[in-house]
């Protein structure tokens, strides 16, 4: 499976975007699907998931201002990002997760100016 992100770009503070994550096959098989960022000199860090089953996960950081969603239909993955701060600047990655498998997207560049 290969998983295509898109969506990112520059914004200034407050603003909004919407990330996807396309897949090539099916994401019905996958347990969890996830947003993960990386800011520069940082470690990759948990943004997002949503089970298979609907359930969501967020980072604190991300509460209340990211909504991850799932269009099984379309094999794509959604990530709302409202009320963007600089601190969001990072590269985000889409993941795929089954059981001793996960897949990773080639990230997409969000930058959030002040």
């Known amino acids: 499976v290969q998983l295509q992100a898109s969506g990112g770009g520059l914004v200034q503070a407050g603003g909004s975007l919407r990330l996807s994550c396309a897949a090539s096959?099916?994401?019905?098989?996958?347990?969890?699907m996830g947003w993960y960022r990386q800011a520069p000199e940082k470690q990759r860090e948990l943004v997002a998931t949503?089970?298979?089953?609907?359930?969501?996960t967020y980072a604190d950081s991300v509460k209340g201002r990211f909504t991850i969603s799932r269009d099984n239909a379309k094999n794509t993955v959604y990530l709302q990002m409202n009320s963007l701060k600089p601190e969001d600047t990072a590269v985000y990655y889409c993941?795929?997760?089954?059981?001793?498998?996960?897949?990773w997207g080639q990230g997409t560049q969000v930058t959030v100016s002040s």
């Open positions: 993941s795929a997760y089954r059981p001793f498998v996960r897949y």
């Open positions: 096959g099916s994401i019905d098989s996958f347990a969890v």
């Open positions: 949503i089970s298979s089953g609907g359930s969501t």
